[in-house]
């Protein structure tokens, strides 16, 4: 047998946050202006940018996916969402079996908040 199944699954915690309140940035960095906060981190002060919940697991099925991952099923415990993924990797190379593809800065920020064991 010359290939073997390699399984990985991610747990999302579905759990709303409060939105980030510029205000209280402001306060707990003295020094900084709520128009300097807001100018620089504008991605993260939009409305709604952090809200979409199934934008977010479709951007973590496709980063898996450039990296060879087959999404196969998910479900559901609490708030957590748990991924399953699996691929075929040579047994020879399964040290070697991620895959070099290039993931942009969003990306990369999204599975930054993964187990290391976790990530694609």
């Known amino acids: 047998m010359d ?3 390699e399984y990985r699954l991610v747990g999302i915690n579905i759990k709303s946050s409060p ?3 510029i205000y209280e ?4 960095l003295p020094g900084l202006s709520k128009e300097f906060i807001q100018k620089e981190f504008s991605e993260y002060y ?3 940018k952090n809200d979409n919940i199934a934008l977010q697991c479709q951007n973590l099925i496709n980063i898996y996916g450039k990296r060879g991952w087959d999404h196969y099923f998910q ?3 609490g708030n957590l969402i748990v991924f399953y993924f699996k691929r075929q990797v040579n047994i020879k190379d399964l040290e070697s079996a991620k895959l070099n593809v290039k993931l942009t800065p969003v990306e990369e920020s999204l599975i930054q908040s993964l187990d290391p064991s ?3």
């Open 118 to 120: 976790q990530r694609p």
């Open 75 to 77: 479900g559901q415990i």
């Open 46 to 48: 939009k409305n709604g």
């Open 25 to 28: 940035a402001e306060e707990k």
């Open 19 to 21: 939105k980030p309140n």
């Open 3 to 5: 290939s073997s199944w």
